[in-house]
């Protein structure tokens, strides 16, 4: 009988074993890719669109997205445009054309260093920002965003760009 439970159980164990390798991790290509998931306003307390909150998905296949707060060694160093890894344009509908604007204080950020779970490092996930979408010194009240993130290796991901949204200046 003794014999028979050790049969079942090491049967039992072979059998996990052989479904442990059907489990494929995702894999994704070297740079980062992106997709714009929503913008969403954020009202102040005279109900005027102040912010607002961009929410895009991510995936990396070798797993080298995000800086650490330490990275700031060339390339990432302040005077570098790597410093930032989040780089992030602002547009405004002037007499039916989106027009870049160049805020006040950049959009640009830095995202995390991130981790993986997986063996071949490859991540995936969803960013959230938070940004100023009401520009006080333009007249104009339809704005949109493109962003793209870099890795650590320097790869750029694709550009997306928002939907537009009509901000509520009064």
Do not use: W
Request: glycine letters at 6%.
């Amino acid at each position: 009988m003794r014999l028979y439970y050790c049969f079942v159980i090491l049967l039992l164990l072979a059998g996990l074993f052989f479904l442990s390798g059907c489990i494929k991790e995702e894999e994704f290509p070297p740079e980062p890719y992106i997709e714009f998931i929503g913008l969403a306003k954020i009202q102040n307390a005279n109900n005027i669109d102040d912010k607002g909150i961009l929410k895009i998905s991510f995936t990396d296949g070798d797993g080298d997205m995000g800086l650490a707060d330490n990275d700031t060694m060339q390339p990432f160093d302040k005077s570098s445009i790597y410093y930032y890894n989040f780089f992030i344009k602002y547009f405004e509908k002037q007499h039916g054309q989106f027009v870049e604007v160049p805020p006040a204080v950049t959009f640009n950020s830095r995202i995390p260093e991130l981790k993986s779970n997986n063996i071949n490092g490859a991540i995936k996930g969803e960013i959230e920002i938070e940004l100023f979408i009401n520009n006080p010194f333009s007249p104009y009240d339809t704005v949109r965003f493109e962003a793209y993130i870099v890795d650590r290796a320097l790869h750029h991901s694709n550009t997306i760009t928002t939907n537009e949204l009509i901000v509520k200046k009064h």
